[in-house]
C-alpha cells in the first residue's frame, strides 16, 4: 500500500481537536483564592446567597425589569489555564451593604459597575492603591465628602459617582486623573467652586454636574478641555455669566447650562464648534438677539 489508511491519520488528529476544545472550556478557571475574595466582596456588599466558585468566570446574568436591566457580570482574563477576574459588574441588585475593600485582592481588576444599589459609606482606601479604569456608584447611598485618594487611581478612564448624597468640595487631588475620559458628579449635594486643578483634565470627554450646591462662578479654565464633547451643568449652583473663553471647546456636541443667576449676558460665541447637536441654555439670564451664525451650524439639532 503506497498510502496508508487516512483513517489511522485523521483519527489521533480529530481527538486532539475534541481534546483541546474541551481543555479550554473547562481547564481555565478562576483560582480558589479570588473565588473567596468574591464571597467576601458579596457579604460586604449585603448579599449572603451568592457563592463563586473555579466555574465563576464570565458568567453572567441579566434581567429585565421596569425598564431597567440588573446585571450580575463577572468576567475573566485567562492564561495557562488561570483566570483573574478583571470586571466586576453587580448593576441593580439591590445590595444594602458597603462598597468592598476587599476588591484589592483582585489583582487584574479593571472596571467596577456596582449601579443602582443602596450601598451606603464611601469609597474604600484600599481601592486608592489599585490600576481600577473605570468606576460607577451610580445611584447609590454614598455620602461624605469625595475621597482626596480617588487621585491616587491615575490609571481611572471613567469616574461616576451621580445620584448619591456626597457633599463638600470637590477635591484638588481629581485634577491628577489626567486620564479622565468621564467625570459624573451630578445628584449630589457637592459645594463651593470647582478646584482650579481640574483644568489638568486634558483628555476630558464628558464632564457633568447637574443638580448640586456648588457656588460661585462657571470657572474660565473650563477651555483647558480643548478635547470636552458633552458639558452639562444644569441647576449646578454655579452662576453665570457664561465665561467667553467657552468657545475654544470647538469639539463639543453637547452642551447643556441652566439656571444661572448673575449679570445679563449676550448669546455666547459658539461659533467654532462644528460638530454641534444640542445647544440648551435655560434660565442662564441671556438677552438680546439670537446671532444669525446660529442657521449656519450644520449640526444642529434641538436649540
Ligand atoms: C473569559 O473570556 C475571556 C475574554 O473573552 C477569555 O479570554 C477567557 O478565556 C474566558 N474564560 C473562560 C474561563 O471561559
Ligand atoms: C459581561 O461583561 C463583559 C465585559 O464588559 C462584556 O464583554 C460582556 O458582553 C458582558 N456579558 C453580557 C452577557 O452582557
Ligand atoms: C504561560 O505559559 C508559557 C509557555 O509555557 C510561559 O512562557 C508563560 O510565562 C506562561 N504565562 C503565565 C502568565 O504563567
Ligand atoms: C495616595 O498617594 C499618596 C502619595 O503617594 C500617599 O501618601 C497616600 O498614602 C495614598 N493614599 C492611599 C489611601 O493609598
Ligand atoms: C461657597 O462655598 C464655600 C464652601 O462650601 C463656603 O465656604 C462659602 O461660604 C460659600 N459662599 C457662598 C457665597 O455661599
Ligand atoms: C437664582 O436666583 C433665584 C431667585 O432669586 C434663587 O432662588 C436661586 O437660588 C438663585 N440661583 C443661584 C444659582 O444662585
Not at 464611601?122 to 456608584?137: C, D, G, N, R, Y
Not at 457633568?208 to 479654565?221: K, L, V
Request: aromatic residues 8%.
Amino acid at each position: 500500500m503506497l498510502f496508508p489508511n487516512p483513517i489511522a491519520f485523521l483519527l489521533p488528529a480529530l481527538l486532539s481537536f475534541v481534546w483541546l476544545n474541551t481543555h479550554q472550556l473547562y481547564a481555565a478557571t478562576l483560582p480558589q483564592d479570588e473565588a473567596n475574595v468574591l464571597n467576601q466582596v458579596a457579604k460586604t456588599m449585603g448579599n449572603n446567597d451568592w457563592s463563586f466558585d473555579a466555574g465563576s468566570c464570565n458568567v453572567s446574568e441579566q434581567v429585565s425589569t421596569v425598564g431597567m436591566i440588573a446585571e450580575k457580570n463577572i468576567t475573566c482574563t485567562c492564561q495557562n489555564g488561570t483566570c483573574h477576574v478583571t470586571h466586576l459588574v453587580f448593576k441593580l441588585q439591590s445590595l444594602p451593604g458597603v462598597l468592598p475593600s476587599e476588591i484589592v485582592n483582585l489583582p487584574y481588576l479593571k472596571v467596577v459597575d456596582f449601579a443602582y444599589n443602596y450601598l451606603s459609606g464611601t469609597i474604600p482606601p484600599e481601592w486608592a492603591s489599585m490600576q481600577l479604569e473605570f468606576i460607577s456608584v451610580f445611584g447609590n447611598r454614598l455620602s461624605g465628602s469625595i475621597p482626596t485618594y480617588l487621585g491616587n487611581i491615575t490609571s481611572l478612564r471613567y469616574l461616576d459617582l451621580e445620584t448619591n448624597q456626597f457633599s463638600g468640595q470637590v477635591p484638588p487631588e481629581i485634577g491628577k486623573l489626567v486620564n479622565l475620559r468621564t467625570l459624573r458628579l451630578s445628584s449630589n449635594r457637592l459645594a463651593g467652586n470647582l478646584p482650579v486643578q481640574l483644568a489638568d483634565l486634558e483628555n476630558l470627554l464628558d464632564f457633568r454636574i447637574n443638580d448640586n450646591n456648588f457656588n460661585g462662578s462657571i470657572p474660565a479654565f473650563i477651555q483647558s478641555w480643548k478635547k470636552l464633547r458633552r458639558l452639562e451643568m444644569q441647576a449646578s449652583g454655579l452662576t453665570g455669566p457664561i465665561p467667553s473663553s467657552i468657545s475654544a471647546l470647538e469639539n463639543l456636541i453637547t452642551l447643556i447650562i441652566s439656571d444661572i443667576n448673575g449679570t445679563t449676558q449676550r448669546f455666547p460665541d459658539l461659533w467654532n464648534m462644528a460638530a454641534i447637536n444640542r445647544i440648551v441654555l435655560k434660565k442662564c439670564n441671556i438677552a438680546g438677539q439670537i446671532p444669525p451664525q446660529i442657521w449656519q451650524m450644520s449640526q444642529l439639532r434641538i436649540l
